[in-house]
């Protein structure tokens, strides 16, 4: 099996995305993260800009990496210095890396416009950067930035640029796609004609996605040579982002034969990029290919009637294998495959023609029709599902509610207050309590009239609450303010995460629902808990 160096650039390259933003902490345990799943190279930054990348080359230096090497990243120095009197190079080497990484202009355009210097100067300046890192370094690549768009303007000057960084003592050349405009095409042909004019030439790739084609270039470039492939995580990165390391290892190892990182540890892949996405504050992209939520998700009724007989009739691979795992969702277009493959998964083995199917079936098609989502709310769909088997205890009713909103000041926070009447058992609760606005006031006025008899309800909180308006109404005209709304409220415990939903033209309405269903979810767990817990101790006893 070849076999490809993997180099992350999350921490450079990737924290220059839009909303991105990692302190020293972050990057640590990211790089620590990246360690783990075995990535050849972690570009930590670049110390000469910004001391949060200054303190990262100190700091990482106390970690024990076992797998990858931490590279520094900086530029060629100016035409007005010599390398001795740059600082950025100076930077390079005090942060005391085994791997450096420096770019430098190829696109004359650049070397005109960016650096105001002559076509000539540029290649001193490749050089002599290379040549004075060269004696100071284990390994020391060359970023050749806006190569493709360079040679495609200056064929000749772009490969001259290549062959001053080897003679500078670059262990290898880094072609890069940095505003992304070049295709899969174009990328052929272009390493191609380097091949031909400098044979032997190590190269590597580096690709952005402005045309939505990044991982397909370097996949591309691979096929052709490249021994190196530089992404992000995610495919974080300016404007578009740069290449999806998620997409490109799985797709190296699993669909070329190329070795990239330890087979084994594919299987974290699908964790390290939501660790990732948690530390840059940012919700995972659900509809990635390989890691994402919705990777291996199955809705319609034929599919996960075919996937319930073999998987491969609409899974290109083992989900597991990336650390995913296959999911059946649940919605109008639900057959009865989907409700016996649900049933079956919470302990439930029920023939096709039951009549417990077709009327969970009728229940679920009427009320998605009304807006409900259980595909995203699997909590409520479990909680419907015990219900009509007659299965899920009622450990509360909740006889009335009243919402209150005041605002006594022009520059006062206004003021929320519920009031719930909730029956457990023969006994009536009356009970009021404030919030934050009237979802929490809400929550505060059940909390406190039920953890009185369920103790365990204080272990819950809110991870997150997502509105979603219907502007269209049932028929099928624009309702503006009187629109049908959906509630997703998603909570948690000390062990799991859950989603309730609720559906309504009014906000609260649709708020109480879901928090309703959230508080009966967890309450049914611990019951379903419980009882696990007894036939174990029975069986032991």
């Known amino acids: 099996m070849n076999k490809i160096q993997i180099y992350d650039t999350t921490l450079r390259d990737g924290s220059q995305a839009e909303d991105v933003h990692f302190s020293t902490e972050d990057k640590i345990r990211i790089a620590c993260k990246l360690d783990e799943l075995a990535v050849h190279y972690i570009e930590g930054g670049w110390p000469a800009s910004n001391p949060t990348d200054q303190k990262f ?37 005090a942060a005391e890396t085994d791997v450096l990484t420096i770019f430098g202009k190829t696109w004359d355009v650049h070397v005109h416009d960016a650096l105001r210097t002559t076509l000539e100067r540029n290649l001193e300046l490749i050089y002599n950067s290379l040549a004075y890192l060269k004696p100071k370094v284990k390994e020391l690549f060359f970023d ?53 004019e400098i044979p032997d030439i190590p190269f590597g790739i580096h690709t952005h996605n402005d045309s939505e084609l990044a ?20 495919g974080y990165g300016e404007r578009c982002g740069n290449a999806n390391l998620c997409s490109i290892i799985p797709n190296l190892q699993l669909k070329m034969g190329m070795e990239c990182i330890p087979q084994q540890n594919l299987s974290i ?9 948690e530390i840059a504050n940012l ?3 659900h509809r990635q ?22 998987a491969r009739t609409y899974e290109h691979i083992v989900p597991e294998l990336v650390g995913n795992k296959q999911r059946i969702l649940l919605s109008d277009l639900a057959g009865q495959s989907n409700i016996l493959f649900k049933a079956k998964r919470y302990g439930f083995h029920l023939d096709k023609d039951d009549p417990f199917v077709l009327d969970l079936l009728s229940k679920l098609k009427n009320l998605e029709s009304q807006g409900y989502e259980y595909s995203a709310a699997e909590a409520s769909f479990e909680l419907l599902l015990n219900r009509t088997l007659g299965r899920a205890r009622k450990y509360f009713s909740l006889d009335s509610y009243r919402v209150l909103e005041s605002k006594r000041g022009r520059e006062e926070e206004p003021i929320s207050e519920a009031t719930v009447m909730v029956r457990v058992g023969g006994m009536m609760e009356h009970t009021a309590a404030n919030g934050k606005g009237p979802v929490n006031a809400l929550d505060n006025s059940l909390r406190k009239a039920l953890e009185r008899f369920y103790p365990s309800l204080s272990e819950m909180h809110l991870v997150d609450f997502k509105v979603r308006v219907f502007s269209i109404n049932d028929t099928g005209d624009f309702a503006g303010t009187a629109s049908r709304v959906k509630v997703l409220i998603e909570s948690a415990d000390k062990i799991s995460q859950w989603v309730t939903v609720g559906v309504s033209f009014n906000i609260i309405e649709a708020s109480r629902q879901a928090l309703e269903d959230s ?15 007894a036939i174990k101790d029975a069986e032991k006893g």
């Not at 076992?66 to 930077?91: C, M, V």
């Not at 470039?221 to 992404?231: C, E, F, P």
């Not at 892949?269 to 996405?277: I, K, W």
């Open 144 to 196: 050749a930035e806006h190569f493709f768009d360079g040679f495609k303007a200056n064929k000749e000057y772009a490969l001259s640029c290549l062959r001053k960084a080897l003679e500078g003592g670059a262990q290898m050349v880094i072609l890069c796609d940095t505003n992304g405009g070049t295709t899969p095409m174009e990328i052929k042909e272009i390493i191609d004609t380097v091949k031909a």
């Open 269 to 277: 892949l699908t964790s390290v990029a939501h660790y990732v996405a």
């Open 57 to 93: 080359f100190r700091e990482i230096r106390n970690y024990a990496l076992k797998n990858s090497k931490i590279t520094a990243f900086g530029s060629t120095h100016p035409a007005k210095r010599t390398p001795e009197s740059d600082p950025n190079l100076q930077s390079l080497i």
């Open 283 to 285: 919700g995972a992209f």
């Open 519 to 533: 508080l009966n979810y967890k309450l049914f767990k611990d019951d379903q808990a419980k009882l696990t817990k």
């Open 289 to 310: 290919p390989y890691v994402g939520r919705s990777a291996f998700a199955h809705k319609g009724g034929i599919h996960v009637s075919a996937v319930q007989r073999n």
């Open 215 to 234: 991982v397909a270039n370097a996949l591309i470039a691979v096929d052709l040579g490249a021994r190196q492939v530089q992404g992000t995580i995610n």
